[in-house]
């Protein structure tokens, strides 16, 4: 049996996202910078599309700028920032994705910018009070938070509005990487009075290579990417037309089926949960799976056994594709930056499961099986 339960590093393609990209890649390869028919209609394809995304956030179509993925729109919101906005202290956490974390030590060694690191607890939840507490010692800066609203390893999620609310009374920017959590929970960008929110359409079961930025009509950024003007001058080189459109197609589908994953994915993992507990009663959770967290993601903390630096090769030998962290740090051999930050034994193998709509009752007692035979449990 193959099983896939990596879906936090990607996702599957849906087989509806692949339908709606094909006739655009065979029929509108007009670039949409050009004046005559063909560049006008994929024009039309990405302004529509760019519309859909508004809607679906509740945002104006001129906030959403089209990008490769989350980690550019990560990237452009903190040098931007930076650069355009007069931002010289930044408020972020250690357990942040790379995106954010480093590009925030990097202005901070390169630009002199500020750099303040909120608390966090054991199970991944910011510190509200901390979060306060930088907010008013360094209100004569200008600040921008930059906080996850799901973090990818261990799902433990930021609540945006309290977070926004502070934001406002400090009159600080607020950006949130949502790239875990877009198409997964309904997103109100009025409702959270947020600066930038960021995304990646391969998270939700669309193509990689695209993504978005949403910046608040109110703010005001020049490019990263310089070169040309598409995106409204925002983002130089001509857009990736086809993977907007599978973009927009697989936003559709989650949101139309959004109730019904949810319940389904959420009974999986539950499940998983009290197999495992059942198998390897002395295993642990990493986060807080039952409680306020990502419902795709479940990082399991193992005992102590021999094959610990192989287990996860032995999964994969065995047909199950899970990781041992957030992909992006895939080959460097430095372990989990966030579970290493909350303290968790190192020295004890961690493995992310992350669900999807496609996995199966099957494919988790499969795993729970395969696990319980690599560790030779006895029940």
Do not use: W
């Not at 906080?147 to 390893?153: G, P, S, V």
């Not at 994953?261 to 959770?285: A, D, G, N, W």
Request: glycine share 6%; with cysteine; proline share 3%.
């Amino acid at each position: 049996m193959k099983v896939y339960l990596d879906n936090a590093a990607t996702t599957p393609i849906d087989p509806e996202v692949v339908e709606a990209m094909i006739p655009v890649m065979k029929e509108s390869y007009g670039n949409p910078s050009s004046i005559h028919n063909f560049g006008r209609k994929s024009r039309a394809i990405i302004e529509k599309a760019r519309k859909k995304v508004a809607f679906y956030i509740n945002a104006a179509p001129s906030e959403i700028f089209f990008t490769a993925g989350g980690t550019e729109a990560d990237n452009m919101v903190l040098r931007s920032a930076i650069d355009d906005l007069g931002v010289n202290h930044i408020i972020t956490s250690q357990i942040e994705h790379h995106a954010v974390i480093d590009t925030a030590e990097i202005m901070n060694e390169k630009k002199g910018v500020k750099l303040s690191i909120v608390k966090v607890d054991d199970k991944g939840f910011v510190d509200l009070n901390h979060l306060e507490e930088l907010l008013e010692e360094n209100k004569e800066l200008k600040t921008l938070v930059s906080l996850m609203h799901a973090n990818n390893e261990i799902g433990s999620l930021l609540p945006l509005k309290k977070v926004s609310d502070l934001c406002r009374k400090f009159e600080a920017y607020f950006h949130s990487d949502t790239v875990q959590t877009m198409c997964h929970y309904r997103i109100d960008v009025r409702e959270l009075d947020i600066d930038f929110i960021t995304c990646s359409a391969h998270k939700f079961h669309g193509p990689k290579g695209v993504g978005f930025l949403y910046v608040n009509e109110n703010i005001q950024i020049n490019p990263m990417i310089t070169g040309g003007a598409q995106e409204r001058n925002m983002r130089a080189g001509t857009e990736n037309i086809h993977g907007i459109v599978g973009l927009i197609k697989a936003m559709e589908i989650a949101h139309r089926d959004m109730s019904e994953h949810e319940k389904h994915i959420k009974r999986l993992k539950y499940y998983m949960v009290e197999q495992l507990q059942k198998v390897m009663p002395e295993i642990t959770f990493n986060g807080d799976p039952l409680g306020d967290s990502l419902y795709t993601v479940l990082n399991v903390h193992f005992p102590n056994s021999e094959m610990d630096e192989m287990f996860i090769y032995n999964l994969d030998i065995e047909g199950i594709a899970a990781s041992g962290g957030s992909a992006c740090s895939s080959g460097s051999n430095v372990g989990s930056h966030v579970l290493n930050h909350l303290g968790v034994d190192m020295d004890r193998p961690s493995i992310r499961f992350s669900f999807s709509k496609y996995n199966t009752k099957e494919e988790i007692d499969y795993t729970v099986k395969v696990i319980k035979e690599l560790f030779a449990v006895t029940v």
